[in-house]
């Protein structure tokens, strides 16, 4: 199978299917990439730790910063905890929290920055400047 073709079929898999986590498997929310394929995850809990990319999503599946993962857990890892089994893309991240299953994990998909955030009132800056941006025009 080509490169071309893989990509195509791995790509199509993580848009088309919705994806509901079994017992086994949790959703967690990408922290970091440290690199070598391992991406620092944190669950609804607060427990960080890392998961590897099985060799499928490698060069095909861009994951960021703020990403939804399901993962499966490994039994015999210390440092890499979990192994990602699927890539939520928005949308899936859209139903599931309308099901309830990842209502713990926040509301937004990408939270704006720490040092956006305004700490006594809890509103973004970036917000607060545009509407102040156009109560004056």
């Known amino acids: 199978m080509s490169q071309a073709t893989k990509r195509k ?6 848009l088309g299917e919705h994806m509901v986590p079994s017992d086994q ?6 922290l970091r990439t440290p690199g070598n394929n391992l991406h620092e995850v944190e669950t609804a809990q607060g427990q960080r ?16 910063r703020g990403d939804f993962l399901i993962v499966d857990p490994i039994e015999e ?17 859209r139903s599931l929290q309308k099901e ?11 939270p704006s920055p720490k ?3 305004n700490t006594t009132t809890g509103t973004d800056r970036l917000s607060q400047n545009s509407q102040l941006s156009h109560s004056h025009q």
């Open 9 to 14: 079929h791995v790509v199509k898999e993580v």
């Open 25 to 30: 498997q949790q959703i967690v929310r990408v």
């Open 49 to 64: 730790f890392l998961v590897s990319m099985p060799s499928k999503y490698r060069k095909n599946i861009w994951i960021k």
């Open 77 to 93: 890892g210390e440092k890499v905890k979990a192994e990602i089994s699927f890539v939520l893309c928005k949308d899936h991240v």
């Open 100 to 110: 309830g299953l990842c209502s713990s994990l926040g509301t937004g998909l990408r």
């Open 115 to 117: 040092w956006l955030r």
